[in-house]
């Protein structure tokens, strides 16, 4: 007796990474526990599921342990110098404004050095997707403190711990003139799947805070047990959905990051502009 159609239990089928993974790249050098790992998978499926063939992806990085990724994927990538790779990713749109261009820097590569870049970036707002892996400390060069670093927090250059505001890299983002603004977690890692998926679509400049812990350094200085421990403190018991965030009374949202898309408004994309302009100077002349 045959099943009916309706009837018949769905298999899920395991996602295939390796078709987006260079060959003979694994494993990878990132340190056990970091949500680095989490985040490149998250971003696969993000491009997998908006449609995305290899070659009109390019993935761009500077310099840190994430700005690693772009040596794992088998799209068109660069990995530039530290803090300049909006830099570069500007100079591939305009040159192949047909490209999806996704930058992935960390919290100290896109705001400390590469600060200005990031600013005016989202102030031109150029359809770029910028991934910030935010882990709160310089992870490759030893564990000194970021822009990122949450005050009082121990780091090689805070031994008695930051008294340095941390920057919130959504506000900046915001204020810069970002049309779409996210936040997700290495933790809430299909959530994070479908965010990557929205910023990559959008038509301007995304940025996407990921909070991402880093068990080596930040951990180990502020007395972290685990990592598991770093995701459940930092990702999962510090952070709420901004959906949920407007049904909590104030003091529930004390010393909580939101989540989710925070701000997605539309504003002419620079490169298009800068073509017609172009092209309305041509035909004058």
């Not at 822009?147 to 983002?173: N, V």
Request: proline letters at 5%; charged letters at 25%.
């Amino acid at each position: 007796m045959s099943v009916p159609a309706e009837k018949k239990e769905k298999v899920s089928v395991p996602f295939d990474y390796n078709k987006y993974l260079r060959p003979n790249k694994l494993p990878h050098i990132w340190c056990p526990g970091c949500g680095h790992g989490i985040v490149l998978k998250a971003m696969l499926r993000a491009i997998d599921k908006a449609g995305l063939t290899k070659d009109k992806v390019c993935v761009i990085s500077g310099i840190g342990c994430s700005s690693r990724t772009p040596g794992y994927v088998d799209f068109n990538t660069l990995h530039t110098l530290h803090g300049r790779a909006l830099s570069f990713a500007t100079g591939v749109k305009f040159a192949k404004p047909d490209l999806k261009v996704i930058v992935v820097t960390g919290d100290g590569d896109a705001l400390a050095i590469g600060g200005n870049h990031f600013i005016h970036t989202c102030r031109r707002n150029i359809d770029l997707t910028v991934l910030v892996f935010t882990n709160a400390t310089y992870g490759m060069t030893g564990g000194q403190y970021s822009p990122t670093t949450p005050i009082g927090s121990q780091a090689t250059t805070s031994r008695y711990g930051s008294i340095e505001p941390p920057f919130d890299t959504c506000e900046m983002a915001k204020a810069a003139g970002a049309t779409f603004v996210a936040r997700g977690t290495a933790y809430h890692t299909l959530e994070l799947e479908k965010i990557v998926q929205e910023a990559i679509m959008h038509k301007g400049t995304s940025v996407v805070d990921i909070i991402d812990a880093c068990p080596t350094y930040f951990g180990r200085a502020n007395k972290f047990k685990s990592a598991t421990q770093m995701m459940e403190v930092i990702e999962k018991d510090g952070t709420v959905n901004v959906k949920q965030a407007d049904k909590l009374p104030p003091e529930k949202l004390q010393g909580k990051m939101l989540r989710g898309v925070l701000h997605k408004v539309e504003r002419p994309e620079y490169c298009e502009q800068y073509e017609n302009l172009v092209m309305e100077k041509a035909k004058a002349k």
